[in-house]
């Protein structure tokens, strides 16, 4: 029996509205972030000098078959960008060795340089290699989001901020992971009355990240990030942040 046009209709909208509803436990790369954040080492000190900085390299050996590993705990003491570098690093896939930190990288420069940069760091980082979105929405925060905190109004030279892994907020209180002070690796809950602002990263398209070779061996605006001071305009325009 033939079926009727209207029925056709409904069919082919059923099929369409189908094709675009994700798999239930489709995996994606909040849920790698909060994996690499299980795996840390918890404690250790926090020590946010140009020698903890260099840490980060014997903390990302090379192995003699050219793979590039993450072992924290040769970063200890550590601080929370580096912190944050390093769970980025555990839950990627694929080689990255051109990601590996060097020794005495300046903000701005390379990718940790980058990343490590005062103000939106990771947020730019993201925003440039088109690898996921920036938003302030506490409403839209998922586990795994990274988070940048600014504990007072000024951007930049006189910032001062905290950069985390995002695991969930209540009406007063934001929880999160990082290096905290004083004790290095772990949770931490603050309350929100504290944060004056917040930028939101989620990276939806971590394969992006495989063109970190085609970036400007430096960010001018990043680097100047260390020494000048700067608008939220500024960095919502540069970031491409939804607000």
């Known amino acids: 029996m033939p079926l009727k046009l209207s029925s056709l209709f409904f069919l082919a909208a059923l099929l369409t509205g189908c094709a675009n509803i994700p798999a239930a436990n ?26 903890s900085k260099n840490l980060l390299h014997s903390a990302c ?4 078959d050219g793979r590039v590993l993450v072992d924290a705990n040769r970063a200890k003491p550590s601080f929370c960008s580096g912190a944050t570098y390093l769970v980025l690093l555990k839950a990627m896939d694929d080689d990255w ?43 839209e925060a998922r586990p795994g989001d990274f988070l940048k905190i600014w504990w007072t109004d000024e951007i930049g030279g006189r910032e001062r901020g905290h950069h985390v892994v995002y695991l969930g907020h209540h009406a007063e209180t934001v929880r999160f992971w990082s290096s905290n002070q004083p004790g290095g690796y772990g949770n931490k809950s603050v309350p929100r009355r504290d944060c004056r602002r917040v930028l939101f990263t ?19 605006w990043l680097a100047a990030m260390l020494r000048e001071d ?13 607000q």
């Open 97 to 139: 060795e051109e990601m590996r930190p060097e020794i005495d990288q300046k903000d701005g420069h390379g990718v940790f340089g980058r990343w490590n940069s005062n103000g939106p760091g990771a947020a730019k980082l993201v925003a440039d290699l088109g690898a996921g979105k920036n938003f302030t929405s506490w409403e």
């Open 61 to 64: 050996p090379m192995l003699n």
């Open 202 to 220: 989620r990276i939806t398209n971590p394969e992006k990240f495989a063109t970190v070779k085609n970036l400007p061996a430096s960010d001018p």
């Open 230 to 242: 700067f608008t939220w305009d500024d960095v919502v325009a540069k970031c491409r942040v939804r």
């Open 26 to 51: 489709a995996p994606d790369f909040n849920s790698k972030i909060l994996t690499a954040v299980k795996s840390m080492p918890t404690g250790g000190g926090y020590d946010g000098s140009d020698a």
